[in-house]
């Protein structure tokens, strides 16, 4: 939920001020940073990567790492997605905050 740009703000505020712990990798950072020209057009891929940075820098240990290896093993109706999944398992998240509520079944 990174994007659009004022729930992220409010994900980051509510991160900074101890009130929720956001977690997101490399691989969301990259989706949500690939996704948004397309709806703002205006905002330049360094304005992007500067967002991306503010957030690893102010919100620590925010960045998941070394969940790779556990995509191939996930099933999810978009294959796209496996790499949050993997995300949220590796650092044991007890929720993911999405609107894409078709591609994240409650059961399997």
């Known amino acids: 939920m990174l994007f659009p740009a004022p729930l992220r703000d409010l994900l980051m505020q509510l991160a900074l001020t101890g009130q929720f712990r956001a977690r997101w990798s490399s691989m969301i950072h990259d989706e949500w940073t690939r ?17 991306r940075r503010l957030m690893d820098s102010n919100v620590l240990d925010a960045l ?9 093993a996930l099933d999810l109706p978009d294959p796209d997605d496996r790499h949050v999944l993997a995300a949220v398992i590796r650092c ?6 999405t609107h ?9």
């Open 35 to 51: 996704n948004v020209p397309k709806v703002r057009p205006d905002l330049t891929a360094e304005q992007l990567s500067r967002t």
């Open 64 to 72: 998941v790492t070394g969940f790779e290896p556990l995509i191939d």
């Open 92 to 97: 044991g998240a007890n929720a993911i905050v």
């Open 100 to 108: 894409n509520l078709k591609d994240y079944p409650t059961t399997r």
